[in-house]
Antibody, heavy 119, light 106 residues
Framework: QLQESGPGLVKPSETLSLTCSVS??????????WGWIRQPPGKGLEWIGD???????YYGPSVKSPVTISVDTSKNQFSLRLSSVTPADTAVYYC?????????????WGRGTLVTVSS | IQMTQSPSSLSASVGDRVTITCRAS??????LNWYQQKPGEAPKLLIY???RLQSGVPSRFSGSGSGTDFSLTISSLQPEDFATYFC?????????FGQGTKVEVE
């Protein structure tokens, strides 16, 4: 299981920080990447980025705010940081597990957490 | 790579055969996944690699296609299938999703 946690309200220009806790399996598994995907209200899904157990990261171009994804294998967690957020970053943020190798797919998702960027 | 789904929404009745299409802006071989999302819930993987059913997904769901054109078919729509469906290319990063197709009650 994956569970997102973090503030539901962030002010513009501040930093959005979310954590995904993984249970029932190890984030250190060699078989998976761990990713963040978001969904603005009423819109489609946007891939933010993935991280592997060794800290290797892949980021998508859809997020304009500076993005950092990190992993903490000791806590079985990975995290997302978006700096200098704007109202356009308001979305439901999902963490998900992606299988390494082809054919890759996001096979397990967290329930998602709504983050609103507003003063 | 851009992913375009059609239609954006459709109305159907229980028992109907429903087909949703997804087109990629360039060839993605067979690296195409489908997800189902119900209101307030996380997306759920239905089909990967165009036609492979994820474990636990009913056999009324099927996928087909190759290259740039793909489809998801529900052979006999059930009440629990009213949802939004997204395609996603898994050929190359950035992973891109279609804009979604909402299946509504007619």
């Amino acid at each position: 299981q994956l569970q997102e946690s973090g503030p539901g309200l962030v002010k513009p220009s501040e930093t959005l920080s979310l954590t995904c806790s993984v249970s029932g399996g190890s984030i250190s598994s060699s078989d998976y990447f761990w990713g963040w995907i978001r969904q603005p209200p009423g819109k489609g899904l946007e891939w933010i980025g993935d991280i592997y157990r060794d800290g290797s990261t892949y980021y998508g171009p859809s997020v304009k705010s500076p993005v950092t994804i990190s992993v903490d294998t000791s806590k079985n967690q990975f995290s997302l940081r978006l700096s200098s957020v704007t109202p356009a970053d308001t979305a439901v943020y999902y963490c998900a597990r992606r299988l390494l190798g082809a054919p890759t797919r996001f096979d397990y998702w967290g329930r998602g957490t709504l983050v609103t960027v507003s003063s | 790579i851009q992913m375009t789904q059609s239609p954006s929404s459709l109305s159907a009745s229980v028992g109907d055969r429903v087909t949703i299409t997804c087109r990629a802006s360039q060839s993605i071989n067979n690296f195409l996944n489908w997800y189902q999302q119900k209101p307030g819930e996380a997306p759920k993987l239905l089909i990967y690699a165009t036609s492979r059913l994820q474990s636990g997904v009913p056999s009324r769901f099927s996928g087909s296609g190759s290259g740039t054109d793909f489809s998801l078919t529900i052979s006999s729509l059930q009440p629990e299938d009213f949802a939004t469906y997204f395609c996603q290319q898994s050929y190359i990063t950035p992973w891109v999703f279609g804009q979604g197709t909402k299946v509504e009650v007619e």
